[in-house]
């Protein structure tokens, strides 16, 4: 049974699915048919990770997930994994990088159908002249993770502590 419970964003509310004890998905504003809203301590832990990312406290993920996908899309999945916060590849570079130089078009069905929104930062990955292409969550959300991403990665650059 997926089990889900809500956290807001600055994209919007996001969808946090869990079936035993692995997030199987994070979505903006969709919730899958036949889940039941509850709150588990892996939906509490994502939602509290996702508030720190966005307080830009935390540029990565420590979260059990649920790997289900073909194994092209998990390999996929886990090269996004390596895209560092702040930078962008293509689906070229994911390509090449999944061994699979021709399979362009099949990492982008890949970075559509990731499950888990921002976690899994397929909103890292853009089209061969840095122009932004699809996105699950929509262009806006994209355009505003990248932008965010890009901004706390150079002001925490150049920051001075004592």
């Not at 262009?139 to 990248?146: D, G, I, P």
């Amino acid at each position: 049974m997926i089990r889900y419970m809500c956290c807001d964003s600055p994209i919007g509310k996001l969808v946090v699915c869990e079936e035993s004890d692995r997030l199987v998905a994070i979505r903006l504003n969709e919730i899958p048919i036949g889940a039941v809203p509850e709150e588990t301590s892996v939906g509490k832990e994502a939602c509290s990770q996702l508030v720190d990312y966005f307080r830009g406290q935390r540029k990565d993920f420590q979260l059990p997930l649920a790997w289900k996908g073909t194994p092209f899309r998990q390999r996929v999945w886990q090269v996004l994994l390596d895209i560092p916060y702040g930078e962008t590849r293509t689906y070229a570079q994911v390509a090449e990088a999944v061994g699979s130089p021709k399979a362009v078009r099949a990492v982008g069905g890949a970075c559509h159908d990731n499950p888990w929104l921002i976690v899994v930062p397929c909103h890292r990955v853009v089209g061969s002249s840095g122009q932004l292409t699809g996105y699950a969550a929509g262009l806006e959300a994209k355009r505003f993770l990248l932008e965010y991403e890009t901004r706390n990665a150079q002001s925490q650059l150049f920051s001075c502590r004592d």
